[in-house]
């Protein structure tokens, strides 16, 4: 069984890419990740390519695109929604096919602060964290609560 998530952040610039490359990479085929944003910006973050580049991922493919392409009847099931910003955490949020689980992991924007590596860091140490979860063996009420714990397990600082 693969494991859909969804991450999500307004812009879908840099943190919730970042989030999408490393669920993709990490995941080992059991998790399949895609980013979006309620507020697209239309482009990846420079910051972000150049990120990902440094730490060895491919950057091919990678858009910023609307939340809407994930939502609606048509739209893949959904296990997981990672919100990494506080306005996205805050939004009203489209209705998601499969019923998924939302997760909060506020990150500093790096587009704002251009720490790059921080949100990196930061976001790889939660997902590995994820990974190492049985998420596969856990019923819904199990996954929120572990998911939600390595946010609030989470140091401030990478």
């Known amino acids: 069984m693969t494991i859909q ?36 910006v239309g482009q990846v973050n420079p910051g972000a390519i150049q990120q990902l580049r440094e730490k060895g991922h491919p950057t091919a493919g990678l858009a910023s695109k609307s939340w809407d392409q994930f939502s609606g ?18 939004e009203a949020c489209p209705v998601w096919q499969g019923a998924p689980i939302t997760v ?12 790059f590596d921080s949100a990196y ?23 929120e609560v572990a998911l939600s714990r390595i946010h609030e397990d989470a140091p401030t600082a990478p």
């Open 121 to 143: 860091k930061r976001l790889r140490a939660r997902i590995e964290a994820m990974m190492r979860l049985p998420l596969a063996r856990m019923d819904t009420a199990e996954r």
């Open 73 to 90: 009847f048509n739209a893949p099931a959904i296990d997981i929604v990672i919100t990494v910003c506080d306005n996205a955490a805050g």
């Open 104 to 115: 909060h992991w506020g990150i500093p924007d790096p587009a704002a602060d251009g720490d």
């Open 5 to 40: 998530v969804l991450v999500l952040c307004t812009g879908n610039s840099a943190r919730s890419i970042l989030g999408e490359v490393l669920i993709n990479e990490l995941g080992g085929g059991e998790y399949r990740a895609c980013s979006a944003g309620s507020h697209p």
